[in-house]
């Protein structure tokens, strides 16, 4: 069996929709359906039919989320020493050596990734990159648009 690295919070996050689809959603899913059904014919009955398609949709992410948190490593980087090194969980501030641009990215589990928030997954090319890398490094990373050379200038583990 393969399991996944996902940080404390991540964890913490898929625990709280999954109480949320169980206790709220899916028991006010089974009263629509339950309504629809008092509307007669289901053969042409629209909200019976939407109703059970949200129940689809619901039933599908508890098992989803269920069988991620079953496979999931949980890893709380914040038990962890920091020594500097760039590991899963950690965030880390480099800068573009040819453009002087500072960046930060928190480096997460795959289902965690959203580049808006700055989390950036573990098997990214940026990810893969600085794993493994120390502070004050020069990494040369390989992106889609090409290599590009950055040094890394923080690491938290927080």
Avoid: W
């Amino acid at each position: 069996m393969t399991t996944y690295p996902m940080t404390a919070e991540g964890a913490k996050t898929l625990r709280e929709e999954l109480e949320q689809l169980k206790t709220v959603d899916r028991p006010r899913i089974i009263n629509a359906i339950a309504e629809a059904r008092e509307h007669g014919d289901l053969k042409e009955n629209a909200e019976y039919h939407a109703a059970r398609e949200q129940q689809s949709f619901c039933e599908g992410r508890i098992q989803d989320i269920e069988g991620k948190l079953s496979n999931a490593q949980i890893i709380d980087v914040t038990k962890l020493q920091n020594t500097g090194k760039v590991v899963f969980g950690t965030t880390v501030t480099f800068i573009n050596v040819d453009s002087d641009e500072e960046t930060t990215y928190r480096i997460v589990g795959d289902d965690e990734a959203n580049i808006k928030k700055g989390l950036i997954s573990v098997n990214s090319p940026i990810a893969r990159g600085l794993i493994g890398k120390e502070l004050d490094d020069i990494v040369s990373i390989h992106t889609p648009a090409g290599v590009v050379e950055v040094e890394i200038s923080e690491v938290e583990y927080k």
